[in-house]
């Protein structure tokens, strides 16, 4: 038994609106490419195994290009561009030459990631940052820091203050939770 078919049944088992909320593409994404390049990923000796990885890529990719809808760049889209096109060839027939198909197209696909992470538009931290919508929000990485105004951008867009507030990307503001310091009493 492949180790590449237990993913694929427990994923098919799952609703997919159930698994898009458990986690995000990216962390899937990074998963799928571990598979191909990773230097102790197992082989993938079946045709079957092959087709599935590529799959598995061609819907990352598609995926990861819907996230830069809110915000398109023209130099992420000629790498998305560049991406799909791999994508999109024909797959060789021989195994060397699917294998090298198969590293170009996760390289393409890291690639895609890398620029998405530039713009600020997924987390590319190897352990991600929870999204803006998370309970603990706050718990990202620092993508900004601007001492000067008092502020913090995190990774997941959230604007954290020195006060303890914060405004999330949707425009909601959470109040500060560090109590205020006593104003002394004069008598």
Same mark, same amino acid.
């Given at each position: 038994?492949?180790?590449?078919?237990? /993913?694929?049944?427990?994923?098919?088992?799952? /609703?997919?609106?159930?698994?898009?909320?458990?986690?995000?593409?990216?962390?899937?994404?990074?998963? %799928?490419?571990?598979?191909?390049?990773?230097?102790?990923?197992?082989?993938?000796?079946?045709?079957?195994?092959?087709?599935?990885?590529?799959?598995?890529?061609?819907?990352?990719?598609?995926?990861?290009?819907?996230?830069?809808?809110?915000?398109?760049?023209?130099?992420?889209?000629?790498?998305?561009?560049?991406?799909?096109?791999?994508?999109? *060839?024909?797959?060789?027939?021989?195994?060397?030459?699917?294998?090298?198909?198969?590293?170009?197209?996760? %390289? *393409?696909?890291? %690639?895609?990631?890398?620029?998405?992470?530039?713009?600020?538009?997924?987390?590319?931290?190897?352990?991600?940052? /929870?999204?803006? %919508?998370?309970?603990?929000?706050?718990?990202?990485?620092?993508?900004?820091?601007?001492?000067?105004?008092?502020?913090?951008?995190?990774?997941?867009?959230?604007?954290?203050?020195?006060?303890?507030?914060?405004?999330?990307?949707?425009?909601?503001?959470?109040?500060?939770?560090?109590?205020?310091?006593?104003?002394?009493?004069?008598?």
């Amino acid at each position: 038994m492949s180790l590449l078919r237990l /993913p694929r049944s427990a994923v098919r088992s799952q /609703p997919s609106v159930r698994q898009a909320q458990s986690r995000s593409v990216v962390a899937a994404t990074r998963e %799928t490419l571990a598979l191909v390049l990773d230097e102790n990923a197992p082989l993938l000796d079946t045709d079957r195994d092959i087709d599935d990885v590529l799959c598995r890529l061609r819907g990352h990719l598609m995926e990861l290009g819907h996230a830069a809808l809110d915000r398109p760049r023209p130099e992420f889209d000629a790498v998305l561009a560049a991406a799909r096109r791999l994508a999109d *060839a024909d797959v060789p027939t021989q195994y060397l030459n699917v294998r090298k198909h198969l590293r170009t197209l996760a %390289t *393409a696909v890291a %690639t895609v990631i890398t620029e998405l992470a530039a713009a600020g538009l997924v987390c590319g931290h190897p352990v991600e940052c /929870p999204p803006a %919508t998370a309970q603990d929000c706050e718990a990202a990485k620092v993508r900004v820091h601007r001492p000067e105004i008092g502020c913090s951008e995190l990774c997941n867009g959230v604007l954290i203050f020195e006060d303890t507030g914060c405004l999330l990307p949707t425009g909601d503001v959470v109040e500060p939770r560090r109590p205020l310091p006593r104003e002394a009493v004069t008598a």
